[in-house]
């Protein structure tokens, strides 16, 4: 059974910067992507950013040119850098592995404040 443990999440104030992330518990063979979701009681997680395998990434309208995802596949760890926070960015943060076969896991999640 693979974990994924997320790390780095808090509270800061709108303008500042955070980075977490996002490590596997052990090296696993066939990951297709790589992903961190956001969720706000209330409604339904949705995709902030993911990248493939082949290093590929997508972004949320909403984050574009504001977050950066990247990853160290070998150790199958990944980062979200989030600059220029707003308080629209508040949410709880998950990570999200896949692979070619269709395997998927997700984070326990990790709770990012951001206040006017």
């Known amino acids: 059974q693979v974990q994924l443990v997320e790390s780095g999440g808090g509270s800061v104030q709108a303008g500042e910067s955070l980075e977490v992330s996002c490590e596997a518990s052990?090296?696993?063979?066939?990951?297709?992507?790589m992903a961190w979701y956001r969720q706000v009681p209330g409604t339904e997680r949705e995709l902030v950013a993911e990248i493939t395998a082949a290093g590929e990434t997508t972004y949320a309208h909403s984050v574009e040119g504001r977050f950066t995802i990247s990853m160290k596949k070998r150790r199958d760890i990944i980062y979200l850098k989030m600059t220029d926070l707003k308080p629209e960015d508040t949410g709880d943060y998950y990570c999200?592995?896949?692979?070619?076969?269709?395997?998927?896991?997700w984070g326990q999640g990790i709770r990012i404040t951001v206040s006017s």
């Open positions: 052990r090296n696993f063979f066939g990951v297709e992507a």
């Open positions: 999200h592995f896949r692979t070619w076969s269709h395997y998927e896991w």
